[in-house]
């Protein structure tokens, strides 16, 4: 029997899969509308998610929300979650095995969201869900075909915090909000079959650019 979302949350709220399990103080499943076009997905809950459950909630959060008004939405129309559902003590970097362990929910997370496009946030979510070396700076700005949708790369809102609204990175942020609108203006209902692994699936290939700048998370 088919579960439904609010059952696999539950069912994650006690995961045991791997070593996150002892640290963490509780999951962070993931927030939004179950039946979003749009769907963000980044790379671990920080300290600020753990403690509250609900991805993006500092002032990366709260930056987020920010483009997501700027292009007419509310994050109660999106669906915002993480490859991780646990925080990596002192917020290292996600290891092999609790990607393996934690997979299988985003998987299930997205086999019933169903959404048309995908936007990854910063580079170990982006290079993970495209299956790429190259990094974010690279990335960014393009649409990318992915399992029947599309995915837009771009940079974490951590990372274009560091440089300020005058900076570089928060102009590409705005830019990459108005790729993410304009894709989304025109992506129709898909009709591709239901996501059931994040690998094995034929794409078309991307060409292969060489990474010479520096990676943004």
Known sequence: MTRTLVEVAQAASTCTKCRL???????????GNPDADLLFIGEAPGQ????????????????LTRMLGEIGLTREQVYIANILKCRPPGNRDPQDDEIE????WLVEQM????????????????????????????????????????VIPTLHPAAVLRGGEKGR????????FGLIKRTLDGC??????PVSSLVGFERE????????QLELF
């Open 101 to 104: 362990a934690c997979t299988p």
């Open 169 to 176: 990175q928060f102009a590409e942020f705005q830019e990459d």
């Open 111 to 150: 086999s019933f969201i169903q959404p048309c496009l995908i936007a990854t946030l910063g580079n170990f979510a982006t290079k993970f869900v495209l299956e790429t070396k190259t990094g974010i700076t690279r990335m960014r700005g393009s649409v990318y075909p992915w399992h029947g949708r599309k």
């Open 21 to 31: 399990a002892t640290t963490r103080t509780q999951v962070v499943f993931g927030v």
């Open 48 to 63: 600020n998610e753990d403690k509250q459950g609900e991805p993006f909630v500092g002032a990366a959060g709260q930056l």
């Open 188 to 193: 129709k209902a898909p009709l591709p079959p």
């Open 205 to 212: 290939e991307q060409p292969a650019v060489p990474d010479d």
